[in-house]
């Protein structure tokens, strides 16, 4: 058991390491976020800030020195300075872990290893390929980029073979996986921690909606089949379990209007869908990742109150300005919800700026009031 008054390492300095880093302080630990961008949102409140990249030898060796245990907080870590660090220092989750959820191709065989469904795709490595992987699903779909791709980036829709040739293309030939659309009936999320003992435990499960690829809002409790939902949660400890991960893991599924369960993706780390459990539960996401990775006992995760969260994005900010600038008065205004920014330096469109919970009696009242602050700010530009 690592104890507090210990230091924590944290590979990376986004937005989800600097909750982390906030949850870590409330708990009475230090922490060192290895980032090299000089002004990263972790970076800026941690006890230590390593400016170098990630795979920097005397970086790394110093993060290890100084830390009793090191954790990440995105999945695109080179896998190898995992491995390194962890010759040293425990590291949670492992490399073994992050670097199934950093290939699509790999973390869906993974799924099926699992005797999970993924969504139906084929896999395209070279040119060749692309009408075997196109033999393997129905149009419309997906076309992603097999590594590195987020919040709809580095993925398109397709609707013919001629489109999949030149989407790849236009991915400059990288690998892809080729997703079949589902016909949905909603998303859903799982967040669980896992410790080092192999138990495990879930968060309530997060219905979200996207906006062209990237999470709008999540609403909990989910409005899905109980039994789907305690599938999902069944599913995501299974994967846990085959990973034999430690840390705070991610699972998003989509359920089909046939009630089919699939997994779409897994992160390994908090997640986006998880920013719910800030202010609606007993124990965040963030604090839960620091009881997991340092062996301290699991703490409640019961939902307190019906919730959404809504994601801002840098579209809410006024760009004509200088200093781009929030009109945050709608959210400060409403005595149901919390406002939580991200210290970003720069606001720009599709990127994440923060997010607000909004609390109510149930979700319908809370989405309503959620969408009407929103709307109030985005019309306010």
Request: hydrophobic content about 40%; charged content about 20%.
């Given at each position: 058991?690592?104890?507090?008054?210990?230091?924590?390492?944290?590979?990376?300095?986004?937005?989800?390491?600097?909750?982390?880093?906030?949850?870590?302080?409330?708990?009475?630990?230090?922490?060192?976020?290895?980032?090299?961008?000089?002004?990263?949102?972790?970076?800026?409140?941690?006890?230590?800030?390593?400016?170098?990249?990630?795979?920097?030898?005397?970086?790394?060796?110093?993060?290890?020195k100084h830390c009793d245990v090191i954790t990440t907080e995105f999945e695109n870590i080179?896998?190898?300075?995992?491995?390194?660090?962890?010759?040293?220092?425990?590291?949670?989750?492992?490399?073994?872990?992050?670097?199934?959820?950093?290939?699509?191709?790999?973390?869906?065989?993974?799924?099926?290893?699992?005797?999970?469904?993924?969504?139906?795709?084929?896999?395209?490595?070279?040119?060749?390929?692309?009408?075997?992987?196109?033999?393997?699903?129905?149009?419309?779909?997906?076309?992603?980029?097999?590594?590195?791709?987020?919040?709809?980036?580095?993925?398109?829709?397709?609707?013919?073979?001629?489109?999949?040739?030149?989407?790849?293309?236009?991915?400059?030939?990288?690998?892809?996986?080729?997703?079949?659309?589902?016909?949905?009936?909603?998303?859903?999320?799982?967040?669980?921690?896992?410790?080092?003992?192999?138990?495990?435990?879930?968060?309530?499960?997060?219905?979200?909606?996207?906006?062209?690829?990237?999470?709008?809002?999540?609403?909990?409790?989910?409005?899905?089949?109980?039994?789907?939902?305690?599938?999902?949660?069944?599913?995501?400890?299974?994967?846990?379990?085959?990973?034999?991960?430690?840390?705070?893991?991610?699972?998003?599924?989509?359920?089909?209007?046939?009630?089919?369960?699939?997994?779409?993706?897994?992160?390994?780390?908090?997640?986006?869908?998880?920013?719910?459990?800030?202010?609606?539960?007993?124990?965040?996401?963030?604090?839960?990742?620091?009881?997991?990775?340092?062996?301290?006992?699991?703490?409640?995760?019961?939902?307190?109150?019906?919730?959404?969260?809504?994601?801002?994005?840098?579209?809410?900010?006024?760009?004509?300005?200088?200093?781009?600038?929030?009109?945050?008065?709608?959210?400060?205004?409403?005595?149901?919800?919390?406002?939580?920014?991200?210290?970003?330096?720069?606001?720009?469109?599709?990127?994440?700026?923060?997010?607000?919970?909004?609390?109510?009696k149930t979700t319908e009242i809370a989405q309503k009031e959620a969408d009407a602050i929103?709307?109030?700010?985005?019309?306010?530009?």
């Open positions: 058991m690592i104890l507090p008054d210990s230091t924590i390492g944290m590979l990376g300095g986004g937005q989800l390491g600097r909750l982390f880093v906030s949850a870590a302080h409330h708990l009475g630990y230090r922490v060192i976020v290895l980032e090299p961008d000089p002004y990263s949102p972790a970076g800026l409140i941690a006890d230590e800030h390593i400016v170098a990249h990630y795979d920097d030898s005397s970086a790394m060796q110093r993060l290890s080179p896998a190898h300075v995992l491995e390194t660090l962890a010759i040293s220092c425990p590291v949670h989750p492992n490399a073994s872990a992050v670097e199934k959820a950093q290939d699509r191709c790999v973390e869906k065989t993974f799924i099926r290893s699992c005797g999970l469904l993924p969504v139906p795709y084929g896999s395209i490595t070279t040119y060749s390929e692309i009408a075997a992987a196109v033999d393997k699903i129905d149009f419309p779909a997906i076309m992603k980029t097999a590594r590195f791709g987020y919040d709809g980036k580095g993925q398109c829709r397709v609707n013919s073979l001629e489109e999949v040739q030149q989407a790849y293309n236009t991915f400059e030939r990288q690998p892809c996986v080729l997703e079949q659309m589902i016909d949905l009936k909603c998303e859903i999320s799982v967040i669980l921690a896992r410790n080092a003992s192999g138990d495990s435990q879930c968060f309530p499960v997060a219905e979200n909606i996207h906006i062209e690829g990237i999470l709008h809002q999540s609403i909990v409790p989910a409005r899905a089949d109980k039994a789907i939902m305690q599938a999902a949660q069944v599913a995501a400890k299974r994967i846990a379990d085959q990973m034999d991960y430690i840390g705070v893991l991610a699972v998003e599924f989509f359920i089909s209007q046939k009630d089919e369960l699939l997994v779409n993706e897994i992160a390994p780390r908090t997640h986006n869908s998880g920013h719910y459990s800030m202010d609606a539960c007993i124990t965040s996401q963030f604090e839960q990742q620091v009881r997991a990775i340092c062996g301290l006992p699991f703490a409640d995760t019961h939902l307190l109150s019906p919730v959404v969260m809504t994601n801002m994005l840098g579209e809410l900010w006024d760009l004509s300005l200088d200093k781009p600038v929030l009109n945050a008065e709608p959210i400060l205004n409403s005595g149901k919800s919390k406002l939580h920014l991200y210290a970003k330096r720069e606001a720009r469109a599709g990127r994440k700026m923060g997010h607000f919970n909004t609390l109510a929103f709307n109030t700010i985005k019309e306010s530009l």
